[in-house]
């Protein structure tokens, strides 16, 4: 019954490495978003992706980059890792028909916990 | 721009007891709001939504109701149990775009046997 499969849970990196989070739905969905959970500040979006090798920019996407070369996958780049991207992050999938009556119903990965030393 | 409030926790009560946990927002248009909820060591997974004004979401014995004359959408159940410790945020989503989704800060519950 698992939809959003993110493959690491916990991860320890070290300042300046280089991290690759992956996520992947199989739900068919055309959104997949990246977020950042922090105590007191909530989700905050990073990446968003609407289609393949499409993206936006979200609130927060310094220091990140996304790629997404499959419809399924959605993959959340720190090029240079840095102790202050220690966080939280959620990967989410949704189907949305802007304008329309449905609701934008996200579906969340369990979470990838990332500390940097 | 849009916006979402919610009360902030920890709230802990006794089993049994009634829960409440407020949310407000500005937006314009007309949203969707959402109620999400993150059990512990999980990701978050959606508890009742409403598309329109007066629309009442339920589900697992929780309600909110859509209130476009004070702009909230509460969350409540009527005897809350251990297994519904947890955090809820209350989320709101533009129509015009899949990526305008607004999350509150989040409520920690905790319930006391």
């Known amino acids: 019954d698992v939809k959003v499969t993110q493959s690491s849970r916990y991860l320890v990196k070290r300042t300046g490495e280089k991290v690759f989070l992956e996520c992947v739905q199989d739900m068919d969905h055309e959104n997949m978003f990246w977020y950042r959970q922090d105590p007191g500040l909530g989700l905050r979006l990073i990446y968003f992706s609407y289609d393949v090798k499409m993206k936006e920019k979200g609130d927060i996407p310094e220091g990140y980059s996304v790629s997404r070369e499959k419809k399924e996958r959605f993959s959340l780049i720190l090029e240079s890792a840095s102790t202050n991207q220690t966080s939280m992050y959620l990967c989410a999938s949704s189907f949305f028909l802007a304008g329309g009556s449905g609701a934008n119903v996200l579906t969340f990965g369990a979470g990838s916990r990332l500390t940097v030393l | 721009g849009n916006s979402v409030t919610q009360m902030e926790g920890p709230v802990t009560l006794s089993e049994e007891a009634f829960l409440t946990i407020n949310c407000t927002y500005t937006?314009?248009?007309?949203?969707?709001l959402f109620w999400y909820v993150q059990y512990p060591g999980e990701g978050l997974q959606l508890l009742l939504k409403?598309?329109?004004?007066?629309d009442k979401g339920s589900n697992k014995g929780f309600e909110a109701t859509y209130r476009k004359e004070t702009t909230s959408f509460h969350l409540e159940k009527g005897s809350v149990q251990v297994s519904d410790s947890a955090v809820y945020f209350c989320a709101l989503s533009d129509r015009s775009s899949a990526s305008k989704i607004i999350f509150g800060s989040g409520t920690r519950l905790s319930i006391r046997p």
């Open positions: 409403a598309t329109k004004a007066d």
């Open positions: 937006a314009t248009g007309y949203p969707s």
